[in-house]
């Protein structure tokens, strides 16, 4: 059964950092696109705010890009999220998503339970 288990949120200030974790199992991680989706309080799924491939260039959402870094380690089937420059805006649950056609296709087809990430001072 296809998994992704993410980890390393938490409460942070603004303008601080945090790295997510997102461990994947049972498929063959490295020929798979993997994204970065959030979902805020009251509101619906934004997203993808971020696409790695082992493959192509990765993509980044104007709402995230120069803040974030979207990165992988195949060798442990692993997807990260470097957030830098953090924003009470950028309180979130966050998911990674496994993206099976990127580029041509941003959709995704397994989700993680996502993390909590709130940024408050």
């Known amino acids: 059964e296809v998994q992704m288990a993410e980890s390393g949120g938490g409460l942070v200030q603004p303008g601080g950092s945090l790295r997510l974790s997102c461990a994947a199992s049972?498929?063959?991680?490295?020929?798979?696109?993997m994204n970065w989706v959030r979902q805020a309080p009251g509101k619906g799924l934004e997203g993808p705010l971020c696409i790695t491939s082992s493959y192509f260039s990765p993509y980044y959402a104007d709402s995230v890009k120069g803040r974030f870094t979207i990165s992988r380690d195949n060798a442990k089937n692993t997807v990260y999220l470097q957030m830098n420059s953090l924003k009470p805006e950028d309180t979130a649950v966050y998911y990674c998503?496994?993206?099976?056609?990127?580029?041509?296709?941003?959709?995704?087809?397994?989700w993680g339970q996502g993390t909590q990430v709130t940024v408050s001072s």
């Open positions: 049972a498929f063959t991680f490295s020929s798979y696109g």
């Open positions: 998503a496994r993206v099976p056609y990127y580029p041509s296709n941003f959709d995704s087809d397994y």
